[in-house]
């Protein structure tokens, strides 16, 4: 049984195109004993926007001044908008605010751009994981999903464990960090991307072929990203198709360049992501990965965990 919490919900992104789903999962949360506040940011609507740049910018700065701090902000959806926001961001109040305030920042997608650049700007750690219509408001909702989540926001350790068929072997410690890959693309060369010294990245993404997540790897490998990390974790790469054109290049071709050319440990089939089943990963927490006979483990500690 779950705590009842408050949550603010926040839509810094695209247009909740799915109000169906958002009102199921308003429906759910509450019915769980959960508080909601700025419901209004399901319907809120400029062009393609969950409102205009400035009613979007203000679901983030507010939390500087906002009384009383919920205990989750929830991101609504993705899509496109956040990239248009870092550069307003009040990363200076959000940080006096927040550093020591036990309140979990959570969605994934397009809000993975404003998760690293708080990492980046402040230090401030967030969590890259469910959103209120996709997964609170799937049809049928993933109970995986859900104690994942509540498991990442109220414990202070957390082991995480799946079967991998990556052939690496090995143990690393280092910042965890990540989130979407094409997001995490778009951040390089500006301030927003955090200089992870020895990290361990986790990547997802969707609607994405095999070669144009190797093109953003090979983007990263070329900045001097991927040099200073010491593996990476692979999520759910969902809504993409292969064809005979292929001819066999597929995601696990795009791995194994990666462990040959980069000499990078990918540890594969981690949960995470655009899919029913995904863990919550507190991105900027201290993390150790390891991998034997198919099986690999992450345990994270040192993220912010609620009351």
């Known amino acids: 049984m779950f705590t009842p919490r408050t949550l603010r919900l926040i839509a810094p992104s695209g247009y ?7 009102q199921r999962a308003v429906s759910r949360l509450q019915a769980a004993g959960h508080h909601l506040q700025n ?9 393609r926007f969950a409102g205009d740049d400035a009613q979007r910018l203000n679901d983030i700065n507010e939390l500087a001044t906002l009384e009383p701090l919920p205990d989750i902000m929830l991101a609504v959806r993705g899509g496109y908008g956040a990239s248009r926001l870092l550069d307003k961001i009040d990363y200076i109040g959000l940080q006096r605010r927040l550093l020591n305030q036990p309140v979990a920042l959570c969605g994934h997608s397009d809000f993975t751009a404003i998760q690293l650049a708080l990492l ?23 109970e995986f999903t859900q104690y994942h989540f509540w498991q990442a926001l109220t414990s202070p350790t957390v082991n995480v464990s799946w079967p991998s068929e990556s052939p690496d072997r090995g143990r690393w410690h280092g910042t965890l960090w990540g989130g979407n890959l094409a997001m995490i693309c778009s951040l390089i060369g500006t301030p927003w991307m955090p200089q992870i010294e020895g990290g361990i990245l986790v990547i997802e993404d969707v609607n994405e072929h095999p070669f144009r997540i190797e093109r953003m790897l090979i983007q990263l490998q070329q900045s001097g990203i991927l040099p200073r990390q010491k593996a990476i974790i692979t ?21 194994q360049r990666v462990r040959d050319e980069y000499h990078i440990p990918v540890i594969s089939d981690l949960a995470f992501g655009h899919d ?3 863990v919550t990963l507190p991105l900027g927490a201290s993390a150790t990965l390891q991998i034997e006979s198919g099986e690999a483990q992450l345990a994270f500690t040192g993220h912010p965990t609620l009351r």
């Open 120 to 142: 980046a700007q402040t230090g401030l750690i967030t969590f890259n994981g469910p959103m209120l219509a996709g997964n609170f408001g799937a049809e049928a909702l993933s």
């Open 276 to 278: 029913a089943d995904t």
């Open 16 to 22: 909740c195109h799915n109000q169906d789903a958002a």
């Open 39 to 47: 419901q209004s940011a399901i319907t809120r609507r400029y062009q």
């Open 235 to 255: 999520g759910s790469f969902t809504s993409t198709s292969l064809s005979a054109y292929d001819n066999g290049f597929d995601f696990s071709t795009v791995w």
